[in-house]
């Protein structure tokens, strides 16, 4: 089992700037591939960003150039730099990890975090 508690979400005007964390906790040694999906209002979920465990990232092509996805392995903790925010952005943000080498699959989530950009 692994636990993912994200945080670091809010509101925040169009072209500001926010940093959320998701911490990993309970069999860490299990973890692969760690990424960032959201999901706006009416909308399917989307990933946004992952990483594997070698370092490896993809990233959506409305977060490339403006996010950064990156891992701190020692604090067990997954981070989405997000940068040049647009109204467009706002949705839940979710954390997602799986035992694998792709972020697709069965895995584990954490509960979300709310970013709302307005205009």
């Known amino acids: 089992q692994v636990q993912l508690v994200e945080s670091g979400g809010g509101l925040v005007q169009t072209g500001g700037s926010l940093r959320l964390s998701c911490a990993a906790s309970?069999?860490?040694?299990?973890?692969?591939?760690m990424g960032w999906y959201r999901q706006a209002p009416g909308k399917e979920r989307e990933l946004v960003a992952a990483?594997?465990?070698?370092?490896?990232?993809t990233y959506a092509d409305s977060a490339k150039g403006r996010f950064t996805i990156y891992r701190d392995n020692a604090k067990n903790t997954l981070y989405l730099q997000m940068n040049s925010l647009k109204p467009e952005d706002t949705a839940v943000y979710y954390c997602?990890?799986?035992?694998?080498?792709?972020?697709?699959?069965?895995?584990?989530w954490g509960q979300g975090t709310q970013v709302t950009v307005s205009s």
């Open positions: 309970g069999s860490i040694s299990s973890i692969g591939t």
């Open positions: 990483m594997s465990s070698i370092g490896r990232t």
């Open positions: 997602k990890c799986t035992a694998d080498w792709t972020i697709y699959g069965s895995g584990y």
